[in-house]
């Protein structure tokens, strides 16, 4: 199949003065829909970044980006050559990735996406990997579930780690670790010091949730639908260090995955709770599409994350203890 660059270009001799920086500035100013984050991103100058699409728009002969107000829009062409940037670069990627699995040298590219929640264990799980690969360059995201799906549907990276995977028949997923999520208060509530309290009387508390397209989000509905029950939900907030503020100054109740709470300031000042059916019960997930042909830096990390947490191995009867283990040895 033709790619909608190789039709322009059979029409219009003028790509011939395309560069690969163009399609790289171009390709960065559209993910983050800003000239100024794209110059960041590229340790360039803004005006290198206009300049560097001006040259691109010229050579196609159409607008790539509309200015509505303030913020920069991709029109139709500009969308057509982001996708077509897009494969030229997972192409030079896979080029890139053959010959170093082709010299059988462990290095390379390692693209890695995660749901923000695994910031607090995933930067010291990755640690001991680049000090034994030193020759390989991690590219790791942080977004949320849903945005982390986008990506996925996107191929934009090697492998994926969440803790709800898709139940989809083309997708390999592998649970690597606990994810226990705990209900929380500030540590004077008076349901702290409670044993055994009913998940109705939780319920009827002010509960503070994640963003929508937050994983987290998406299991604390679950469980309660599951139990018939509709939590009284009076804030959403966009990051789990904004519900721990939140629920320190006394703005409602939450539940976060436990992972959340490896800060000894924060944990002093809040309590877990003895509620009924907590902790919710979930593992961490490494996924990647089945036909996806693994790279060998991709391959070696993904054998490493499954052996290398092995030994915070998924406790069934105590799946707290699993964390604490982690925070323990970081
Ligand atoms: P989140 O995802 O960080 O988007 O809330 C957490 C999860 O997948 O459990």
Not at 196 to 219: D, Y
Request: aromatic share 8%; glycine share 4%.
């Amino acid at each position: 199949m033709k790619s909608p660059l190789s039709e322009i270009r059979q029409k219009d001799n003028l790509l011939n003065s395309i560069t690969l920086d163009q399609l790289q500035v171009f390709e960065a100013a559209a993910r983050h829909c800003s000239f100024t984050r794209a110059a960041e991103e590229l340790f360039v100058t803004q005006p290198t970044v206009s300049m560097q699409v001006k040259h691109l728009a010229q050579a196609i002969g159409l607008p790539l980006f509309e200015q509505v107000g303030k913020r920069i829009y991709l029109t139709e062409a500009g969308k057509e050559v982001l996708h077509s940037c897009r494969e030229i670069f997972q192409c030079l990627d896979r080029l890139e990735t053959t010959i170093v699995d082709l010299k059988g040298m462990k290095q390379g590219k390692l693209r890695l996406a995660a749901v923000t929640t695994t910031k607090y264990f995933i930067p010291k799980l990755l640690k001991p990997f680049c000090k034994l690969y030193p020759g390989v360059k991690v590219a790791l995201e942080f977004t949320n579930h849903e945005a982390l799906l986008t990506r996925l549907n996107e191929n934009l990276d090697d492998l994926y780690i969440l803790s709800c995977p898709p139940n989809r028949e083309d997708i390999e997923a592998k649970p690597f670790l606990d994810n226990p999520l705990v209900a929380i208060a500030p540590a004077n509530h008076p349901f702290a010091k409670q044993h055994k309290l009913c998940l109705k009387n939780f319920a009827e508390e002010p509960l503070i949730v994640r963003e929508e397209g937050s994983g987290t989000r998406k299991l604390v509905r679950q469980f309660f639908e599951q139990r018939g029950i509709s939590p009284r939900i009076n804030l959403e907030l966009g990051s789990n260090e904004a519900i721990q503020q939140a629920v320190i100054d006394g703005l409602g109740l939450s539940v976060l995955s436990m992972h959340t709470l490896n800060c000894a300031e924060v944990r002093n000042q809040l309590a877990i709770l003895d509620v009924d059916g907590f902790p919710i019960h979930r593992q961490w997930h490494v996924i990647f599409p089945k036909k996806k042909q693994l790279s060998i830096t991709a391959s070696t990390f993904l054998e490493y994350l499954l052996t290398e947490t092995q030994q915070f191995s998924t406790d069934n009867d105590n799946p707290m203890q699993t964390v604490k283990t982690l925070w323990v040895q970081s």
